[in-house]
């Protein structure tokens, strides 16, 4: 059952500087175009590209901290609009976003109890100091962070890394969510404690039938992570279909290209034939499909047309018309 999904997701954002077109004006950003993707309930879904590609504006729009210029998002099933008030809150309530930063998603003031306990009191789940204290105790525990007397109590700067990271985690299950967002999360803690708190993270999910949505830059973490991933490259989707299926028979150049580039003890020089080069504008992004001018198989059509979606079978399909001309024949 799909818990949260994104149908067509754009969004345009306006420059903060640079040249002005006709009127004044300056173009947009177009940051996010035509993005459609699902959650499932205690699935893991990964969303996978290099930095500046979308992913962060795909779950700011999932999590309606932003507007989307087009498309909408539905929660079972159901269009929603909820960027303030209390139809914001109800669903912050259920969609929860863990940020890359724990310790600036942490107010250093704070300790750890009041981290946990004020969503507990803002949506009515602990009404006395002893259910209050019951509960945080259940969040420390759940995330392992255990003995929970000795994590109460301290400060943010107090923890390591990977422990606020678990505080962060533990506070967006005290609202008891349907669908978790999580943007980087492992990305600024050390590598020795990134697969603690992946393992944590996918345990939750199963544990409490959570549809979790994890990005990532890292296409070998999503690998072993998740069921699904999806690729994304310069505002656009190019890629899905289930893990070992993509990975092991990936049909677009910039898949092949994100799993050439991941770390792999059996290969000890980068292919031959790869074009270099930068990740285009969003300001002005070429025509046709994005990656055509970094793309070592590019076709004349790739430069002119967007290509469409072409099924390859078990829910696995691109856009790329390399790969719809290999159907074809």
């Known amino acids: 059952m799909n818990i949260l999904e994104g149908r067509d997701l754009t969004k345009h954002f306006t420059a903060a500087r640079g040249p002005r077109g006709r009127f004044g004006k300056r173009p947009p950003v177009r940051a996010v175009e035509d993005v459609s993707i699902a959650l499932r309930a205690g699935a893991v879904t990964a969303l996978v590209g290099e930095s500046g590609c979308g992913k962060s504006t795909v779950?700011?729009?999932?999590?309606?901290?932003?507007?989307?210029?087009?498309?909408?998002?539905?929660?079972?099933?159901?269009?929603?609009?909820?960027?303030?008030?209390?139809?914001?809150?109800?669903?912050?309530?259920?969609?929860?976003?863990i940020f890359q930063d724990p310790f600036a998603s942490l107010n250093p003031f704070h300790r750890v109890r009041y981290h946990l306990a004020r969503p507990l009191r803002l949506h009515g789940h602990a009404r006395t100091d002893a259910e209050e204290r019951e509960q945080v105790a259940e969040l420390l525990e759940r995330v392992s962070l255990t003995p929970v007397e000795q994590f109460m109590d301290k400060m943010p700067h107090e923890l390591s890394g990977g422990q606020r990271q678990r505080v962060a985690i533990a506070r967006a299950l005290a609202v008891r969510p349907v669908a978790l967002i999580a943007d980087e999360p492992v990305s600024m803690l050390d590598v020795s404690i990134r697969l603690g708190v992946l393992r944590l993270l996918e345990g939750l999910a199963r544990e409490n039938d959570l549809a979790l949505l994890y990005i990532t830059h890292d296409i070998a973490s999503a690998r072993y992570f998740a069921e699904d991933i999806t690729v994304m490259y310069a505002g656009r989707l190019i890629e899905s279909g289930p893990s070992e299926e993509l990975t092991q028979s990936p049909r677009h150049p910039y898949t092949r290209l994100l799993l050439e580039s991941a770390p792999d003890p059996d290969r000890v020089a980068a292919p031959e034939g790869r074009r270099h080069g930068e990740p285009p504008s969003l300001i002005d992004p070429p025509g046709g499909c994005r990656f055509h001018p970094r793309c070592p198989v590019a076709l004349p059509v790739c430069s002119t047309e967007v290509p469409g979606r072409t099924e390859l079978g078990e829910g696995h399909w691109t856009h790329c018309w390399q790969a719809e001309a290999t159907l074809a024949r």
């Open 59 to 97: 779950a700011r729009l999932l999590a309606q901290v932003y507007p989307p210029t087009s498309g909408e998002v539905l929660l079972r099933g159901e269009p929603v609009r909820a960027h303030r008030g209390a139809a914001f809150r109800e669903y912050r309530r259920q969609v929860q976003l």
